[in-house]
């Protein structure tokens, strides 16, 4: 991510979910010790889950994301190739297939609460780890031709988006468990939120001398 907008979207994303979910996890944990309700919001009288509400803004934000790298910066306008039939611009198609998958793990939020009578538990959490997962192997594979200090900045990227998608797929399998799920909620949490910092720092890099 070479540009300051493609720093500070994704930055700013993972800020923002990693602190609203620290405050969610937390009001959950706290919620079930005291047996209260869960928090609901008045949408012209149908019940709306915070949850589907997260997978909107996931949506919205990702498809920002998509429309910034592959439409309005420039090049490549939604194409795979150039005029020689070369495949063009990898960086902004890699950036574009994250967006991609994050997107998808904003549907799986809308249809887990929608559609949670016939789904198993967990499976917001099973496509937000796949989608961190994917972040990860593009990002492993996106340090070609960079420099010493943006090619560690990546790995360590790497570093820690890593554990944050294997946090989220342990949370898949212990969704029955409250207080260990609260754990790997939390340190799934406050992965995020370093990739948000690590995000933020690197458009300081980015920023013309």
């Not at 209260?36 to 149908?46: E, L, N, Q």
């Not at 200090?149 to 989220?168: E, N, Q």
Request: proline fraction near 3%; aromatic fraction near 16%.
């Amino acid at each position: 991510m070479g540009t300051f907008g493609g720093h500070v979207l994704p930055g700013s994303f993972f800020l923002c979910f990693g602190f609203w979910y620290t405050l969610k996890y937390s009001w959950n944990f706290l919620r079930k010790k005291t047996n209260r309700t869960a928090p609901f919001c008045s949408c012209r009288g149908i019940q709306c889950h915070v949850i589907v509400v997260e997978g909107i803004i996931k949506i919205v934000f990702t498809t920002l994301g998509i429309i910034l790298e592959l439409f309005f910066t420039g090049p490549p306008h939604g194409s795979l190739y150039d005029h020689n039939g070369r495949f063009t611009h990898a960086n902004n198609w890699q950036h574009a297939t994250m967006y991609f998958f994050f997107g998808i793990s904003g549907v799986a939020d809308i249809v887990s609460h929608t559609a949670r009578h016939v789904l198993p538990a967990g499976i917001d959490r099973l496509f937000g780890g796949l989608a961190l997962f994917i972040e990860g192997y593009l990002f492993f594979f996106h340090l070609h031709g960079r420099s010493n200090i943006d090619t560690r900045v990546h790995v360590l990227l790497v570093l820690t988006v890593w554990p944050s998608a294997l946090f989220a797929f342990i949370e898949c399998l212990v969704m029955n468990k409250s207080e260990l799920l609260h754990i790997f909620e939390m340190l799934h949490t406050v992965l995020l939120i370093a990739q948000g910092t690590w995000f933020w720092q690197v458009v300081e890099k980015s920023r013309p001398t």
